[in-house]
């Protein structure tokens, strides 16, 4: 080493002997060539001048009175701020076991006296190269740091961005699901008030004049109406109406029209043969009616409950999609009940052309992102209802299979071309048209599925095509 370094970027060496003979001429090579020296005479004096201005290198003599080198070396390494600087040992001790108990403390390098002063500045560069590339490496690490947290924090913002998207999408038939609920909760309401205002004061005093008889056919009816099970649609209830209507004019009941049309009201269909004594009665219409208004009575709460439940479960689905958690920590969860809630979100899309068929296995609870997961269920199910033109059979399959769990989702769309397959994981491909679909959709799911240690593949033929979902358990 011939050159002299420039004065704007000297290394600042510490130089710590005992000996001045040695300490001025160490010091007087190093300052000959560039370097900023710091020679001191013991042990303290160097942890002190390296605490309060930490040099670069340090050259450290081992025999010293009161405390040795490898004392000081010891407490160097100690302290937060003077470890990370290289420490080079010179010493005219020669035995291996001291070498090694130099190293040990955390010398980077030994050097014999009598020394070759291009040996020393030759080491000297080299460790202080060393140094200088560890910071830079250190640098580079923590932008490399920076930046991941960066893309993180973007992939999180992108896939609650695509979250977002698809619920307004939904939005609509969300509002439609949750309307829906509250008009017929609405509307019983109504019903119950008006049994409450008009008819129930009535009834302690009706019920009283109807003869024993007449209230045994009164309990009859309503508990048929209420404990009816089996629902048929409106064409099978015109047809029941047919029958009754006929049968009761076959055995001359009057107004048999009338009856059958409330009985089918309250679900009442046959076995007729025991209340034939009712309809020929002369109070038939006050028992009929008074047991029809409370079968609508109870009809009326049944329908808020059914209401009810199904709003809470849309809500419930509403806020459970939409929560994000950025916390980096998986959680143990039930994948089905993370596709139930986009099936429920999806509900109005899928009750009108779609059947959809679940095989759903017995799954274990896994450690998991459940918000991510719920992206990729909605993805999947978003693109198969897009493919079927919401007409057609979706099929969900779950199995596991030894440590790995599998995930299925079936449409008999039209399929995806040979050539297309291999793009469609690719960020920004898309077959649909303009302002349909940013091309991300199918990119998020592939590092969703990678980010859980999964992965996802596609296999597609016309009028079939399966994604497979594949998630370790651990």
Not at 79 to 94: G, H, L, M, Q, R
Not at 141 to 150: F, I, K, P, R
Not at 311 to 324: E, Q, R
Request: aromatic share 8%; hydrophobic share 40%; with cysteine.
């Amino acid at each position: 080493m011939n050159s002299t370094l420039s004065k704007t970027n000297r290394p600042n060496i510490l130089v710590v002997d005992d000996t001045p003979e040695n300490l001025r001429l160490l010091a007087g090579i190093l300052s000959e060539k560039g370097y900023q020296v710091r020679p001191v005479p013991n042990g303290k004096l160097a942890l002190s001048a390296a605490q309060k201005i930490p040099p670069d290198l340090v050259l450290l003599d081992i025999m010293m009175p009161e405390m040795d080198g490898y004392q000081v070396c010891q407490q160097l390494k100690d302290s937060e701020i003077t470890k990370d600087i290289p420490v080079i040992f010179i010493s005219a001790i020669n035995d291996v076991l001291d070498k090694v108990k130099a190293f040990a403390v955390g010398g980077v390098d030994f050097i014999t006296k009598p020394f070759h002063v291009e040996e020393v500045l030759a080491r000297i560069e080299t460790h202080l190269k060393i140094c200088s590339l560890q910071q830079t490496l250190q640098e580079k690490n923590q932008d490399l740091a920076t930046a991941l947290h960066q893309l993180q924090a973007t992939q999180e913002h992108l896939i609650q961005s695509e979250k977002m998207a698809a619920l307004g999408q939904l939005i609509a038939g969300i509002a439609h699901e949750i309307n829906t609920p509250l008009g017929i909760i609405g509307s019983s309401i109504n019903n119950i008030a008006t049994f409450s205002d008009d008819f129930l004061q009535k009834f302690p005093k009706t019920f009283q004049e109807l003869s024993d008889e007449n209230q045994g056919y009164f309990f009859n009816l309503l508990y048929r109406a209420t404990h009816q099970e089996t629902l048929f649609t409106s064409k099978e209830k015109r047809k029941f109406k047919q029958q009754l209507t006929g049968f009761l004019m076959a055995q001359s009941v009057e107004k048999a029209d009338e009856i059958a049309d409330t009985l089918v009201d309250m679900e009442i269909y046959d076995n007729l043969e025991k209340l034939l004594p009712l309809f020929q009665s002369p109070d038939w219409e006050v028992v009929l009616n008074t047991a029809y208004q409370f079968a609508s009575f109870k009809k009326s709460i049944s329908l808020i409950q059914r209401a009810t439940a199904k709003s809470g479960k849309v809500v419930f689905a509403l806020k459970t999609y939409a929560h994000f958690d950025s916390k980096p920590e998986k959680v143990q969860a039930n994948l089905h009940e993370g596709i139930e809630t986009v099936l429920t979100l999806y509900q109005n899309q899928l009750k009108h052309g779609i059947e959809v068929v679940k095989n759903y296995g017995d799954l274990p609870e896994i450690m998991c992102y459940p918000d991510d997961l719920n992206q990729v269920w909605t993805n999947l199910l978003h693109n198969a209802l897009q493919a079927m033109d919401y007409k057609g059979i979706l099929t969900i399959e779950t199995r596991q299979q030894e440590a790995n769990i599998f995930l299925k989702f079936t449409d008999n769309g039209k399929g995806i071309p040979p050539e297309v397959i291999p793009k469609i994981f690719q960020p920004f491909f898309t077959t649909k048209s303009a302002g349909e679909g940013s091309g991300l959709g199918l990119d998020i799911v592939r590092k969703i599925v990678e980010k859980h240690e999964g992965r996802i593949a596609v296999d597609s033929v016309p009028g079939q095509t399966t994604f497979i979902v594949s998630l370790p358990i651990y």
